[in-house]
């Protein structure tokens, strides 16, 4: 059967969003040193030699995930939201796409993966974004915003960190949406009661 020109040219994009796919169940269940790229080829049904092809190997596959995750992340995370809407925005996240969790805390326990040299410049404009929000009173003035950034970072990613704990503690499967959405909604409330606190 003839396939059309316009079916051929989306061929490359579904092969591509395959070995994303394989590429992300790898990574999140082995890290960056632990993936093989046969074994994100044989999960994504290609011959390997298309990963160097459409993405340069292992590490352009790593890169391509985290400007994935990045596009994902301006769908849930608005920055113009209250921060506990934000915190819970990330929790909800981090329950629904646990491969991309997974990822990221192999990331911080191996301290593997490619540099990544947009982190740098993330994370100043997160905390220039939590400074402005410590003017606007959204949070105590003694609280210093970098450790309260990566304590919510810690917080958000709580059910894919510990999930023994969560299964303890709240008789909840951590990956399950009713979990994401309980979680995140306590965690809203916590973030509010930061700006309810009396200043020091």
Known sequence: MRRE??????????????????????????????????EIA?????????????????????????????SEESVFADRGSSLGRLVAGYARANSSRREFGKLMLWQGLTDDGPPDPALAEDVRRDLEHL?????????????????????????????IAFPQLVRAACGLDPGSPEFGDYYAEQLERLADHLRDAPAP
């Open 131 to 159: 400074r402005a929000r410590q003017e606007a009173g959204e949070f105590p003035a003694d609280l210093d915003p970098a450790a309260l950034m990566v304590a919510l970072f810690g917080m958000a990613a709580a059910g």
């Open 42 to 70: 044989a999960r994504a049904g290609v011959n390997k030699q298309l990963i160097s092809y459409y993405f340069g190997g292992k590490e352009g596959l790593f890169r391509a995930l985290n400007t994935r995750w990045q």
């Open 5 to 38: 020109p316009e079916e051929k040219q989306r061929d490359p994009e579904r092969t591509k969003a395959r070995i994303l796919q394989a590429a992300l169940e790898e990574f999140a269940a082995k890290g960056f040193a632990g993936a093989r790229v046969g």
